[in-house]
């Protein structure tokens, strides 16, 4: 139920009224044109708003009507401000409001606060923050700022984990299954299923030209996966949910997984995998890129080319050897290996990235594209069964 605004000159036509109203909270500021006053909840949403998009206070008998307010440095306020726009707008918008703030009132300054941290909504662009702060964190709030981490984590795990298992695990099982199997590994079900066109219907019988079959439990082939990721400081939500993906992977057994992370340095985070918490308080946020340096180790750990996916996520701005880059993807991608390059892994949209690097990738076979997560098991699916990868369309 809304709660009823006055007007200063109201009108008879309460759909007048509504879109008034609308306007005054659009355009802010009571010389706005539309002579309608604010009261209540609408009064406390327009505050909110005025504290993050119109600046610093001006004293009292300057404001006018100029939509006027500010944050300030002042935590307890910032806390304040936090509580409300909670109150007044829903998750979604919060989330939005909180990345305004950060970037245009320096209120990553004050996340190092544990009561700042207890008061914000949880979200990847503010894991990302906090990642990049982690140095600066003072002892009192480090143990509060894991919990904000862990939470966005447990609940990307919620909505990402199922999923992937099941779709890889059929991507998996696709994979062993052979066309020349011996009789006792025979799929029954399967093999009537892809003969049906071949029913003789006079000798009421199927005619099994092509047979279906698992390969036996012994010679199942076990995949091997190599995250890749980029931790340039423009990367950061990539980060989280390759964090998140790669535990997921690491915890299914038909499936080797190994996590790299680089800016100008390599750092190998395998061993963390069991908790992407861990994962991601290991990375390090900013700094430059060098892509050829982390491809030279990934290669290095290439033991069955023709069993391997690597994932490369990253804008692709080099900062290392340019031709050494392409050439090492050229030279894994000859051995049999299944190279994928993500420009991004967020839900952000189109991703800023070198358009040069990414042509010079599509030539090799190696399209390079922006993946959802709600997409990434499917990509994954399909490079582990060796098909033409599903490229999103406008990538």
Not at 6 to 13: G, I, R
Request: overall charge neutral; proline content about 6%.
């Amino acid at each position: 139920m809304s709660i009823p605004t006055a007007a200063t000159t109201p009108s008879s036509d309460p759909e007048t009224d509504q879109r008034l109203r609308r306007w005054r909270l659009v355009l802010g500021g009571e010389a706005d044109g539309t002579g309608c006053r604010l009261t209540g909840r609408d009064a406390g949403m327009d505050r909110a708003l005025a504290a993050l998009y119109r600046g610093a206070p001006a004293p009292a008998a300057s404001r006018g009507g100029a939509r006027s307010a500010g944050l300030g440095g002042s935590a307890p306020q910032v806390a304040r401000w936090l509580g409300d726009i909670r109150t007044y707008f829903p998750t979604s918008v919060v989330q939005l409001m909180q990345q305004d703030a950060i970037s245009r009132l320096g209120l990553d300054r004050l996340l190092l606060e544990p009561e700042m941290l207890e008061a914000v909504e949880p979200d990847v662009h503010l894991v990302g923050t906090l990642l990049s702060l982690k140095h600066a964190l003072p002892e009192t709030t480090r143990e509060t700022a894991r919990m904000v981490v862990g939470k966005v984590v447990a609940e990307l795990e919620r909505r990402l984990a199922d999923r992937t298992r099941a779709t890889l695990g059929g991507a998996l099982d696709r994979s062993a299954r052979v066309n020349r199997p011996r009789h006792r590994d025979i799929d029954w079900d399967r093999t009537i299923r892809a003969n049906l066109k071949n029913y003789l219907p006079e000798e009421r019988t199927i005619v099994p030209e092509r047979l279906v079959g698992y390969a036996r439990a012994q010679r199942a082939v076990k995949k091997d996966v190599i995250l890749c990721i980029d931790q340039s400081g423009s990367m950061a939500a990539s980060v989280v949910h390759s964090a998140v993906f790669g535990a997921v992977l690491a915890s299914m057994r038909s499936l080797d997984t190994r996590l790299v992370v680089f800016d100008t340095s390599v750092v190998d985070l395998t061993e963390q995998l069991s908790d992407p918490v861990d994962v991601l308080f290991a990375t390090q946020l900013g700094g430059g890129t060098d892509i050829n340096r982390a491809l030279a180790y990934c290669q290095s750990r290439i033991t069955r080319p023709a069993e391997t996916v690597v994932v490369l996520i990253s804008d692709l701005y080099e900062g290392g050897i340019r031709h050494e880059m392409l050439r090492r993807v050229a030279a894994m991608k000859a051995a049999g290996v299944q190279f994928i390059a993500l420009l991004a892994l967020s839900d952000e949209g189109a991703p800023a990235y070198d358009h040069a690097h990414a042509a010079a990738l599509a030539t090799l076979g190696v399209p390079a594209f922006a993946c959802t997560p709600d997409a990434f098991p499917d990509i994954m699916a399909a490079a582990i069964e060796k098909r033409p990868l599903p490229v999103p369309v406008g990538s």
